[in-house]
């Protein structure tokens, strides 16, 4: 059974910083990433992390978020700083193992 599991997120103020972990097993994975859903919104991409090494990042969160990934244990994350209320969502990761499986989903809130 193919599972992703994800850990981290919850409640920051304005300026602050998350990360979140996501954790494959059942599979290997070729591109990994993160996708988030705000209320009453669609689900958009945030960022990707290739198995070949290449990243790419939504424009709403170049330079204020990282994406790294540890093959070796099967693990994406993402590094979120100067975090700010518009980026309040849950965010779910993501990897595609022939076709695409998706985590359990975070909540992160941006909030004073």
């Known amino acids: 059974q193919v599972q992703l599991v994800e850990s981290g997120g919850g409640l920051v103020q304005p300026g602050g910083s998350l990360n979140l972990s996501c954790t494959g097993s059942g599979s290997i994975f070729s591109n990994m990433g993160w996708s988030r859903q705000a209320p009453g919104k669609q689900r958009e991409f945030v960022a990707v992390?290739?198995?070949?090494?290449?990243?790419n990042y939504a424009d709403s969160v170049k330079g204020r978020f990282t994406i790294s990934r540890d093959n070796a244990k099967n693990s994406v994350y993402l590094q979120m700083n100067s975090l700010k209320p518009e980026d309040t969502a849950v965010y779910y990761c993501?990897?595609?193992?022939?076709?695409?499986?998706w985590g359990q989903g975070s909540q992160v809130t941006v909030s004073s």
């Open positions: 993501w990897g595609v193992a022939g076709t695409g499986y």
């Open positions: 992390f290739t198995r070949g090494g290449t990243t």
